[in-house]
């Protein structure tokens, strides 16, 4: 069954659309992650426009993200607080990411930046998920049991930092710096890759903040809502990116699957999905990585006139 | 008798011109009239690509029964820029662009026999049938390449886009007046004004051109989200955020029930 996108004006086949959102969904639920490194590849090949991808991607994000974050609300896996520094963090961030991505544009080198970003970020962060959970689980079936993680060392300049704040969920006491700066940096790479930003959110807050894994997902899911409502308004008024259509037959399939994913995610270990997000992550990297290297079969390509002023 | 039946033909163009801006010009003396079976291509929420049948006849007198006929339709000429990719340090990026002019979104030509038959290449030319005589303004910013690859390479774009055809399609003639041919448009047809027109060949001498007026536009829901997205685009940025989040609430509570 065909349908036509008004603002990507094009006609696509409504099975498909609903079956990427689903699948999004599903990992959105499972990881924390919002699934948007994923989902933007994924319409531009199926021959969305970039720019629209992007925004409608965004706004997609948003409600897979509120369906995540309400299921882990009620597990009680959102720690308000951080999450509410994280938000304040995001919102300046997507701010001076999307006037660093005019300037780039201005520069024309945005599409070298986007690409190296998802290379060098996805291939890094995926790369440390998986060697950091494969070492866990050597260790834990060598019968070296649950290692508590290493939370307290090395962190010196970290305990020294000022405006330390008591975060109850996460059983931390740590400077209200640490979680801001976090957001402000997955802010300014969310509004130049068109992510949520849970890829790098979720590694920071395990790795940086030392949030145990099980707040982790929930509050990272809360910070992502409200990131990603910022920029689909953004996106909205300021290149005229969303559409609505595609977005509502995205969240339809990505609402049901994000379900789903939540469950499937209560019963498998954190060192397990971290081994499954980092090859996923990492699988994207390698095959954006392999599309700058291999001599493309077109040179040639016609640049987006959609979201340029008309 | 023959005469008669031309009239009503002419009467008929009439009929359905009138009410468009610059409809055919189809008065007695003309050789041609033409019609289309639709003047508005209507893009809906279902739209997936539609077919029109252009139609008409040739006068008689003059001996033009042997004479060709040879339709051009072409969409509204927007400014494309294209990017050119090189290698640099070992990667694919883009590194020239070229900024082209006077091509039309869309193209398609349609003939009673191949081009070169019908007409010199000086007249083809001149007529703007085929696009590889077309005039387009190519300003190229590539020390790597040059005008020539960026137009094969727009041609080839746009026909990966389904948006020009190098095929010619074919007019079929029933009668020895009459002329019929269908004009296929794809789902990615570009919305505006196009132009239909309509030559009468005849042993290599353009003897009549027609002009009939199409337009390919939005409808429904699809034209007025689109008018919403473009006029109030902080409501509906608004608006999206609300909808999404209000479906994704709806469904983390139809699951805690279910």
């Known amino acids: 069954m065909q349908i036509y996108l008004p603002i990507a004006e094009m006609s ?122 494969v070492r866990e689980l050597l260790r834990r079936r060598a019968g070296g049991g649950t290692e508590p993680i290493a939370r307290r060392h090395a962190r010196g300049w970290i305990d020294r930092l000022p405006l330390k704040v008591r975060f109850r969920r996460s059983h931390l006491y740590i400077s209200a710096l640490l979680p801001a700066l976090v957001g402000i940096a997955v802010g300014v790479i969310s509004a130049i890759m068109g992510v949520g930003g849970g890829f790098v959110l979720v590694p920071a807050m395990i790795y940086l903040l030392g949030m145990p894994t099980a707040v982790v997902m929930g509050t990272s899911l809360f910070q992502i809502v409200f990131v990603t409502a910022n920029a689909t308004f953004l996106h909205a008024t300021v290149n005229h990116t969303v559409d609505v259509v595609l977005a509502l037959v995205l969240v339809l399939g990505g609402a049901i699957g994000a379900q789903f994913g939540v469950r499937v995610g209560a019963r498998l270990k954190g060192e397990h999905l971290r081994v499954l997000l980092g090859l996923l992550v990492l699988a994207v990297a390698v095959k954006l990585l392999i599309d700058l290297l291999v001599p493309p079969t077109e040179p040639f390509s016609l640049a987006a006139t959609i979201g340029a002023a008309r | 008798m023959r005469c008669s039946r031309l009239a009503l033909l002419v009467f008929a163009g009439l009929v359905a011109l009138t009410p468009l801006p610059s409809s055919a010009r189809a008065t007695a003396e003309e050789p041609l009239v033409v019609d289309l079976s639709r003047h508005l291509v209507e893009i809906t929420t279902g739209f997936s690509g539609t077919d029109l049948l252009l139609f008409g006849a040739t006068d008689p007198g003059g001996g033009t029964e042997s ?124 919305v505006g004004i196009y132009k239909v027109e309509i030559h009468l060949i005849n042993q290599g001498r353009l003897i009549g051109t027609q002009e009939t007026p199409l337009a390919v536009d939005r409808v429904g829901l699809g034209a007025a989200i ?33």
């Open chain 1, 12 to 133: 696509v086949n409504v099975f498909v659309i609903l079956a990427v959102g689903g699948g999004i969904g599903f990992l959105s639920g499972l990881f924390g992650a919002g699934g948007g490194f994923l989902l933007t590849p994924l319409l531009i090949f199926l021959g969305v426009p970039p720019a629209v991808a992007v925004g409608t991607g965004t706004n997609q994000i948003v409600a897979s993200s509120v369906s995540g974050a309400l299921a882990q609300w009620r597990r009680g896996n959102v720690d308000l607080r951080m999450g509410l520094i994280l938000i304040l963090g995001g919102l300046v961030g997507s701010g001076l990411g999307v006037l660093l991505f005019h300037w780039l544009r201005r520069l024309g080198h945005i599409d070298l930046v986007i690409s190296a970003s998802y290379v060098v970020l996805l291939g890094g962060i995926g790369g440390l998920m998986v060697t950091e959970s």
């Open chain 2, 226 to 258: 689109h008018d919403f997205a473009y006029r109030q685009s902080g409501l509906y940025g608004l608006a999206a955020v609300v909808l999404a989040a209000c479906t994704g609430w709806l469904a983390a509570w139809l699951f805690r029930k279910g």
């Open chain 2, 67 to 190: 004479a060709d006929v040879v339709v051009v339709v072409s969409g509204p000429a927007e400014a494309q820029t294209i990017r050119r990719k090189d290698s640099v340090a070992g990667l694919w990026i883009n590194s020239g662009s070229a900024r082209i002019e006077g091509a039309p979104a869309f193209f398609r030509v349609a003939s009673t026999r191949p081009l070169e038959q019908v007409a010199s290449s000086a007249l083809l030319q001149r007529l703007g049938i085929g696009l590889d005589q077309r005039n387009l303004d190519i300003r190229v910013e590539d020390d790597g390449s040059d005008a020539v690859a960026y137009r094969a390479a727009l041609m080839r774009l746009m026909r990966a886009r389904g948006q020009y055809d190098d095929r010619i399609a074919t007019i079929a003639r029933p009668g020895r007046r009459l002329f019929r041919t269908e004009i296929h448009f794809p789902a990615t047809v570009p």
